[in-house]
């Protein structure tokens, strides 16, 4: 990004409306005037609400507000993390979608990584305009399966453990393993595209093309691109990709 875009963009931030606030006690922001599109941000690990702005920066001048919220464990949440695990998010998504069902006539979905994984669970059967994922997790099982052979670590073990540390710094979880079994993505409707890194380590390209085409999305591949998107050219690439979509 050039010197006069960053500067542009800082421009439209000061001015861009934005208020925060809380729904259901969910701390929640909200960024763009008043209009009847808005795109709903769930962000991945390590996230925040906040960083819905660069989003925002794009799509508000296109029309859409975007609202965001902070996940168990993260923004304001930060001693919430034993929550950030489908079962305790997905309740919270359905209640962040159903107030802006209230509010906003067309809601579409931005969900980066593990945002999408909980998206997919709890937006199954929503009225979505159009879906955007970004490096999404979009086979828990197949994940969760792939870190214990990372540990070294078998389903019995797991199983009679309940919960066994790993030096990559994920725990693994029998809970969360035999949740993840037991709720498969069967069904996905809203129409969707797909932004793929090429060096993705959590997410295999033979599982996004399986997904992309039991479901009919589209697939878009950085192939420098890593799970996390942040270098510049990683960036560029993912406005190129958003202008394209939205």
Same mark, same amino acid.
């Given at each position: 990004?050039t010197?006069?875009?960053?500067?542009?963009?800082?421009?439209?931030?000061?001015?861009m409306?934005?208020e925060?606030?809380?729904?259901?006690?969910i701390?929640?922001? &909200?960024?763009?005037?008043?209009c009847?599109?808005?795109?709903?941000?769930i962000?991945?690990?390590?996230g925040?609400?906040?960083?819905?702005?660069?989003l925002?920066?794009?799509?508000c001048?296109?029309?859409?507000?975007v &609202?965001?919220i902070?996940?168990?464990?993260?923004?304001?949440?930060t001693?919430?993390?034993?929550?950030? @695990?489908?079962?305790?998010?997905?309740p919270?998504?359905r209640? @962040?979608?159903?107030?802006?069902r209230?509010?906003?006539n067309?809601v579409s979905l931005?969900a980066?990584?593990?945002?999408?994984?909980?998206?997919l669970?709890?937006f199954w059967?929503?009225?979505?305009e159009?879906s955007?994922?970004?490096?999404?997790?979009l086979?828990?099982?197949?994940l969760?399966?792939?870190?214990?052979?990372?540990a070294g @670590?078998?389903?019995?073990?797991?199983?009679?453990?309940?919960?066994?540390p790993?030096?990559?710094?994920?725990?693994?979880?029998?809970?969360y393993?035999?949740?993840?079994?037991?709720?498969p993505?069967?069904?996905?409707d809203?129409?969707?595209?797909?932004?793929y890194?090429?060096?993705?380590? &959590?997410?295999?390209?033979?599982?996004?093309?399986?997904?992309?085409k039991?479901?009919?999305c589209?697939?878009?591949?950085?192939e420098?691109?890593?799970?996390?998107?942040?270098?510049?050219?990683?960036m560029?690439?993912?406005?190129?990709?958003?202008r394209?979509?939205?």
């Amino acid at each position: 990004m050039t010197e006069l875009e960053t500067m542009h963009r800082a421009r439209i931030l000061v001015h861009m409306k934005t208020e925060q606030f809380t729904i259901q006690n969910i701390p929640s922001v &909200l960024y763009g005037g008043r209009c009847e599109n808005l795109f709903l941000y769930i962000h991945g690990k390590m996230g925040r609400k906040e960083e819905a702005a660069h989003l925002a920066e794009i799509v508000c001048p296109m029309g859409y507000q975007v &609202l965001s919220i902070d996940l168990p464990g993260h923004g304001k949440r930060t001693a919430e993390m034993e929550r950030f @695990v489908p079962w305790e998010v997905v309740p919270e998504l359905r209640a @962040v979608y159903d107030y802006a069902r209230e509010y906003w006539n067309r809601v579409s979905l931005y969900a980066n990584s593990i945002g999408a994984y909980f998206s997919l669970l709890a937006f199954w059967d929503a009225n979505l305009e159009k879906s955007l994922f970004v490096s999404p997790i979009l086979d828990m099982e197949k994940l969760i399966h792939d870190m214990m052979g990372w540990a070294g @670590v078998s389903r019995e073990q797991l199983r009679q453990a309940g919960e066994i540390p790993t030096a990559f710094g994920e725990t693994l979880s029998w809970k969360y393993l035999t949740y993840a079994e037991g709720n498969p993505i069967t069904r996905w409707d809203s129409p969707t595209a797909i932004l793929y890194a090429g060096k993705d380590h &959590l997410t295999a390209r033979e599982t996004v093309d399986a997904f992309a085409k039991r479901f009919g999305c589209t697939v878009t591949v950085m192939e420098n691109g890593e799970h996390w998107f942040h270098t510049e050219e990683q960036m560029a690439a993912l406005d190129a990709w958003l202008r394209k979509e939205i």
